[in-house]
């Protein structure tokens, strides 16, 4: 079969297979790849079993498992090495998420054999915390090495944008008084040239110029990034912790972070450390926005400036009416409440919009950001 045909006969699976021919070599092996993880959706509609009999995920059950004389079982390990032999690394990533994701199968985290053989990755990462709780010492400290590895590449990548947001630019603009440091020789020379003086051979300064900074002033704000770590919200609360890292200790301004299911928990003290942070993270249970919101509501040292973000899909398993009145105290007061649907690089939202309609009716700026225009969002109002 040409390479052409093989493709069509991947894409197409089993199906095509009368039209296309009979795959061999490493093509047979990608199909047999594709079809141990994919075929599942198959299995689960109801629709027959995959190669090799019964459940090939490590542990699940099937009450269709046969003897006969197909090919092997795939134990996670071996897949997982297959995988990572026969495709691209874009590939991996895509087939690793699906498997963590798509089907549930919690061995790619929680076996020591796996999580030795898998690169660190966003999806991996979400895997672990959602699962931590089933693992034993041993595996948590191998887990961990994931958590690691994928906060240090946020970090790389966020860092960069929140001192963008931060460091302000220098405008030259003309001015009869400013500091020192701020200065504009070279400017200064240039806007006064015509008053040169050949005989004494010196320049006589009508009009200094200096820098102006639009570098945010150093008076202190409250930040309040107040997570949800409902199950669905793994990503944010991930790019939550990151964030919250970034912007640790930026002059003129305070982080605080709550994460809360029905309970609130404040993680401000491990901001520095956003691993151990992720570890102590507990994703699932109910959801009581308002409780959190009254909590960060009862930080804030002063109100006008202060900017508390909701991170949440807005589905409250809590008082709804306690929430809005919060949030309408708070914007009555002054401060800036942002209810973001999503905190992540893709910022696509999923949340009950009717319940953030209401949150925007009373004051609340309601959408979905990515880290580095949330960091735009504080840095520009430090400058004012």
Same mark, same amino acid.
């Given at each position: 079969m040409d390479?052409?045909?093989?493709?069509?006969?991947?894409?197409?699976? *089993?199906?095509?297979?009368?039209?296309?021919?009979?795959?061999?070599?490493?093509?047979?092996?990608?199909?047999?790849?594709?079809?141990?993880?994919?075929?599942? @959706?198959?299995?689960?509609?109801? $629709?027959?079993?995959?190669?090799?009999?019964?459940?090939?995920?490590g542990g699940r059950q099937d009450g269709g498992r046969h003897g006969g004389t197909e090919d092997s079982v795939l134990t996670v390990v071996d897949w997982l090495d297959e995988v990572h032999r026969?495709?691209?690394? /874009?590939?991996?990533?895509? +087939?690793?998420?699906?498997?963590v994701e798509r089907y549930e199968i919690h061995a790619v985290v929680t076996d020591p054999q796996v999580l030795q053989r898998v690169e660190p990755s966003p999806a991996l990462l979400r895997? &672990?915390? $959602?699962?931590? *709780? +089933?693992?034993?010492?041993? &595996?948590?400290?191998?887990?961990?090495?994931? &958590? @690691?590895?994928? &906060?240090?590449?946020?970090?790389?990548?966020?860092?960069p944008e929140v001192r963008r947001a931060f460091s302000g630019t220098r405008s030259r603009q003309a001015a009869r008084t400013?500091?020192?440091?701020?200065? @504009?020789?070279?400017?200064?020379?240039? !806007?006064?040239?015509? *008053?040169?003086?050949?005989?004494?051979?010196?320049?006589?300064?009508?009009?200094? $110029?200096?820098?102006?900074?639009?570098r945010p002033s150093l008076r202190r704000w409250q930040l309040v990034l107040v997570v949800d770590q409902s199950g669905s919200m793994a990503g944010s609360v991930i790019h939550s912790a990151v964030t919250a890292a970034c912007l640790w200790g930026l002059p003129g301004l305070k982080t605080h972070l709550i994460a809360f299911d029905t309970s609130v928990v404040d993680l401000t003290g491990d901001v520095t450390d956003p691993v151990e942070l992720l570890m /102590?993270?507990?994703?699932?249970?109910?959801?009581?926005?308002?409780r959190a919101a009254a909590y960060a509501a009862s930080l804030i040292d002063d109100p006008r400036r202060a900017i508390v973000a909701i991170i949440s899909d807005f589905y409250e398993g809590g008082d709804e009416h306690a929430l809005v009145d919060t949030v309408r105290r708070l914007a009555g007061q002054g401060s800036q409440v942002l209810g973001l649907a999503t905190l992540d690089q893709d910022a696509e939202p999923a949340y009950d919009r009717d319940l953030a309609q209401r949150l925007a009716d009373v004051g609340a700026h309601v959408?979905?950001?990515?880290?580095?225009? +949330?960091?735009?969002?504080? !840095?520009?109002?430090?400058?004012?």
């Amino acid at each position: 079969m040409d390479d052409g045909l093989q493709r069509w006969r991947l894409v197409l699976g *089993h199906p095509a297979q009368s039209a296309t021919g009979g795959l061999s070599g490493d093509a047979a092996a990608r199909d047999a790849a594709l079809d141990w993880l994919y075929g599942r @959706d198959a299995d689960l509609a109801g $629709r027959g079993v995959r190669r090799g009999g019964g459940r090939q995920d490590g542990g699940r059950q099937d009450g269709g498992r046969h003897g006969g004389t197909e090919d092997s079982v795939l134990t996670v390990v071996d897949w997982l090495d297959e995988v990572h032999r026969l495709f691209p690394k /874009k590939t991996i990533e895509r +087939l690793e998420r699906d498997a963590v994701e798509r089907y549930e199968i919690h061995a790619v985290v929680t076996d020591p054999q796996v999580l030795q053989r898998v690169e660190p990755s966003p999806a991996l990462l979400r895997a &672990v915390l $959602r699962t931590k *709780h +089933l693992m034993n010492p041993e &595996v948590l400290a191998m887990a961990r090495r994931i &958590v @690691d590895g994928v &906060v240090r590449e946020l970090m790389r990548r966020l860092q960069p944008e929140v001192r963008r947001a931060f460091s302000g630019t220098r405008s030259r603009q003309a001015a009869r008084t400013g500091q020192a440091r701020d200065f @504009d020789f070279r400017g200064t020379l240039r !806007a006064n040239l015509k *008053h040169y003086q050949p005989g004494e051979r010196r320049i006589l300064i009508e009009r200094p $110029r200096f820098h102006t900074r639009s570098r945010p002033s150093l008076r202190r704000w409250q930040l309040v990034l107040v997570v949800d770590q409902s199950g669905s919200m793994a990503g944010s609360v991930i790019h939550s912790a990151v964030t919250a890292a970034c912007l640790w200790g930026l002059p003129g301004l305070k982080t605080h972070l709550i994460a809360f299911d029905t309970s609130v928990v404040d993680l401000t003290g491990d901001v520095t450390d956003p691993v151990e942070l992720l570890m /102590k993270v507990q994703l699932g249970g109910g959801t009581d926005i308002a409780r959190a919101a009254a909590y960060a509501a009862s930080l804030i040292d002063d109100p006008r400036r202060a900017i508390v973000a909701i991170i949440s899909d807005f589905y409250e398993g809590g008082d709804e009416h306690a929430l809005v009145d919060t949030v309408r105290r708070l914007a009555g007061q002054g401060s800036q409440v942002l209810g973001l649907a999503t905190l992540d690089q893709d910022a696509e939202p999923a949340y009950d919009r009717d319940l953030a309609q209401r949150l925007a009716d009373v004051g609340a700026h309601v959408g979905a950001m990515t880290p580095g225009e +949330l960091a735009g969002f504080v !840095a520009e109002r430090l400058g004012r």
